[in-house]
């Protein structure tokens, strides 16, 4: 009952800047929102954590990303953002939004319920 929508991605060079977006519609809508986060998968790698905001929007990144990305959320519109810059060509994957309705700050995919169906980031060098 619960559909996630990602946009945003695109093909930009590196040093860019590019902002996702995460649109969250059903059962969301009538429970109180827990984690919400962002994983990406690079061709031929596992999914990997990008960054989270739990429901007392508390932020947590992955090592990679930190200082560079920036994840936040607009409760009124139920849709979470990620705000990507300085760009490297390491950071092209396809990048998923992904929801566990719960509290806490959650980092592995296997603890999220949700899931959207990706948007593909490609960075040039």
């Known amino acids: 009952q619960v559909q996630l929508v990602e946009s945003g991605g695109g093909l930009v060079q590196a040093g860019g800047s590019l902002r996702l977006s995460c649109a969250a519609s059903?059962?969301?809508?009538?429970?109180?929102?827990?984690?919400m986060a962002w994983f990406r998968r690079a061709a031929g790698k596992e999914r990997e954590f990008v960054g989270t905001?739990?429901?007392?929007?508390?932020?947590s990144y992955g090592d990679s990303v930190k200082g560079r990305f920036t994840i936040s959320r607009d409760n009124a519109k139920n849709t979470v953002y990620l705000q990507m810059n300085s760009l490297k060509p390491e950071d092209t994957a396809v990048y998923y939004c992904?929801?566990?309705?719960?509290?806490?700050?959650?980092?592995?995919?296997?603890?999220?319920?949700?899931w959207g169906q990706g948007t593909q980031v490609t960075v040039s060098s």
């Open positions: 992904a929801a566990k309705l719960a509290a806490g700050l959650f980092v592995r995919p296997d603890l999220y319920n949700y």
């Open positions: 905001i739990t429901r007392s929007r508390t932020t």
């Open positions: 059903g059962r969301t809508f009538s429970i109180n929102s827990g984690a």
